[in-house]
């Protein structure tokens, strides 16, 4: 039997707001479970953990990207399905996965749905399931979170994207399974999990959630690149399951949308079969 348990970020909308989800999953037979709300999806880790430890194999988990990152990470490698409620500005693994921006029909996706199996990449010892980068997207991450996200949406991207595309390139040295792969200056350094990133660009086509492997691209210049990201001349493009990044200078970096410190290095491997994910039919295979 279905043992259901909820972490929400207290901040994030969708429909009409948490009593409706309560309203939604006690229309489904699941009156007052188990649950926790959070004001910030750093908090998202311990009280995931509490309630599988307490016996949730279904984990609803209402917020954005980075509180969806927050519990994969904390969860990764447990038996337990994770239900994503897309309430925040990108939502980029429920778009990847092909769930609705729709209440009622991702509690019934989670609890009737398929189960897919996905991979997790892990950076610097923590997990994400869309992209790491450092340079560039990093960049505009960091600006976009300043505040401009929540009052401007999606548009916060391309506004910060025109502010920092001039970034200066810094030498990168890069391997990819153990092996040379990179060694020259860029303005940013990508890996991803799934084929489509920030506003809906196609930057990995060839990339899936459940192939044991990691997709890797460097751009070369500080140029924006648009439509085929494949076929620009200022990108290169690889996979691998093991990436590590040296960087001349520090920069910031990110997973999954969420700034993270500025380091030289980054360490990225691929974890097969890290997560189920509740998806619709359709996107189970």
Known sequence: MTSVGVVAHAGKELGGGLAEL?????GYGISDPPWHDVRKSKHVPERARELVDQGADLLFVWGGDGTVQRAIDALAGRAVTIAIVPAGTANLLATNLGLPHDLDACVRIGLHG????LDAGKV????????AGAGLDAMMIRSADAGLKDKVGRIAYVWTGAKNVQLEPVGMSIEVDGQSWFEDEASCVLVGNVPDVLGGLTVFPDAA????RLDEWVRTLGRSVLGNVGA???????TGRTIEVRL???MPYQLDGGDRKETKKLKIKVKPGAISIAVPERESQ
């Open 124 to 131: 610097n010892g923590e997990h994400f399931a869309v992209m």
């Open 248 to 250: 001349d200078e520090a």
């Open 114 to 117: 398929a189960r897919r199996i």
């Open 22 to 26: 309560r309203t939604t999953l006690a």
């Open 232 to 238: 620009s001349p200022f990108v290169r493009m690889t």
């Open 209 to 212: 959630f459940d192939d044991g």
